[in-house]
């Protein structure tokens, strides 16, 4: 899985938003706080809005609010507004897939793909990252791959 820079920006603009819910904020304070380029969190932010995820405040006290409780908005929901599907075989569905010959096994793997994704990414939410208490199971993942990193010349 490759996380683009858009869907980065996404979830670090969501998870201000998240950590701020008071009033709302202005693209240029987000930008400044997570050191994204203010023009591409505009269009960031208007897909956010499309998807029904932020909406925006006119006005000089005007900004930028998640439209449901940080607790309600999964780092999955973003990642599927940004980009689409967690993952996708040359965009087709997952559960009729079917391979031939040596890679007819192939299918079980992305779907197992899938869903260790989606266990990952569903189950942690906007307030999970403000509060800094992520999931058992991510927690648990990061060890596992902080005790296996490997080293490539």
Do not use: C, H
Request: net charge neutral.
């Amino acid at each position: 899985m490759r996380i683009s820079a858009r869907t980065d920006y996404a979830i670090r603009a969501m998870a201000e938003l998240a950590g701020d819910q008071d009033r709302p904020l202005k693209a240029e304070d987000i930008a400044g706080r997570q050191d994204i380029p203010v023009r591409f969190l505009f269009v960031v932010l208007s897909d956010l809005r499309q998807a029904r995820l932020v909406s925006s405040v006119r006005g000089p006290d005007g900004g930028y609010a998640l439209t449901r409780p940080p607790e309600e908005i999964t780092v999955a929901d973003v990642i599927r507004a940004m980009d689409g599907p967690l993952v996708s075989v040359r965009d087709l569905k997952l559960t009729g897939l079917e391979y031939q010959g040596a890679a007819a096994p192939m299918p079980d793997v992305w779907r197992a793909v899938r869903a260790s994704l989606r266990q990952v990414l569903e189950s942690t939410t906007l307030a999970d990252l403000v509060r800094g208490t992520l999931p058992e199971l991510v927690r648990e993942r990061a060890r596992e791959y902080n005790d296996d990193v490997r080293t490539y010349p």
